[in-house]
């Protein structure tokens, strides 16, 4: 591994290898050639390809009291849009080996403005409708032909208004991804970091969050996507913490028994003496 990406990355649990894992940067393949944004209970997004200018804003009614309503304005913004087979997690942070045109375009345009892009999920089923804006936090290494080593990290969620066109790269209008007002739970918060510190000391390593939340835990360990994406979807931070609390639980579970696996099959193949 490249010692650049080592020291930034340090150390991330794994749940397959159930070893200390340190990513290599993987090649950034996006997957838009037949776009559809889907929501998490598989619902289209609005479609529409409209463009607007990159700042615009969306009326909408919120609850005031238990009958009332007020009328607000939600800032709406236009980014590019990157969608990969992973999910970035706020506070996250993932290296990224760019390689396709259009995306060497559009990370070289947000290094050149301080911009942040969108990553947002793609499998076969579509595109999440739920994302993270992400920013370049370094470039670890420029090749001749314009590829890209860099490290991406987390920022806010955002969820997808309308698809947008005119650029070599997907484009889109977001608007926040902001949970309900819910005040944090303490017990759960410290349920999940104790989870986590299991968890770390049976696999012998990983450091906990300085600033502990169900996102900044869950960035420390890796997670299947589809978790993470539910994860990002949730707009409740006490049904956060509890589920990373169950996901690291069951990972330790499934750690030890994959150890006393280990320990069972060197004695049954230790010879007799």
């Known amino acids: 591994m490249d010692g650049a990406v080592a020291q930034r990355l ?38 529409q390809l409209l463009r607007v200018g990159e700042r615009a804003a969306q009326e909408v009614f919120e609850p005031v009291g238990r009958h009332g309503f007020q009328r607000t ?51 076969d089923d579509g595109v999440r409708e739920v994302g993270t804006r992400a920013r370049v936090a370094d470039v670890l290494e420029r090749f001749d032909d314009g590829r890209l080593n860099i490290l991406v990290a987390g920022g806010e969620r955002f969820r997808v208004e309308r698809l947008t066109r005119g ?24 349920r999940a970091l104790e989870a986590f510190r299991a968890l770390a000391a049976l696999a012998g390593g990983g450091e906990e969050p300085e600033e502990p939340s169900a996102f900044a835990i869950a960035a420390r360990v890796e997670l299947p996507v589809e978790a993470k994406q539910e994860l990002l979807e949730s707009r409740s931070e006490p049904e956060r913490l509890q589920r990373v609390r169950d996901l690291l639980d069951a990972l330790r579970e499934a750690l030890l028994a994959a150890q006393r696996l280990g320990e069972h099959a060197k004695q049954n193949g230790s010879r007799l003496r």
Do not use: N
């Open 73 to 123: 304005l939600r800032p709406v913004d236009e980014i590019g849009l990157f969608p990969l087979g992973i999910v970035l997690l706020p506070t996250e942070v993932v290296p990224l080996h760019i390689f396709e045109e259009r995306y060497k375009e559009l990370v070289g345009e947000c290094l050149e403005l301080d911009r942040e892009f969108g990553l947002v999920y793609a499998d």
């Open 10 to 47: 340090g150390e991330r649990l794994v749940d397959e290898a159930v070893l200390v894992e340190q990513r290599e940067p993987g090649e950034a393949r996006a997957r838009h050639g037949h776009l559809e944004m889907v929501a998490a209970a598989g619902t289209v997004v609005d479609a």
């Open 167 to 190: 650029r070599s790269f997907l484009t889109a209008e977001v608007v926040p991804a902001e949970d309900e007002d819910t005040p944090v739970d303490e017990e759960l918060l410290e």
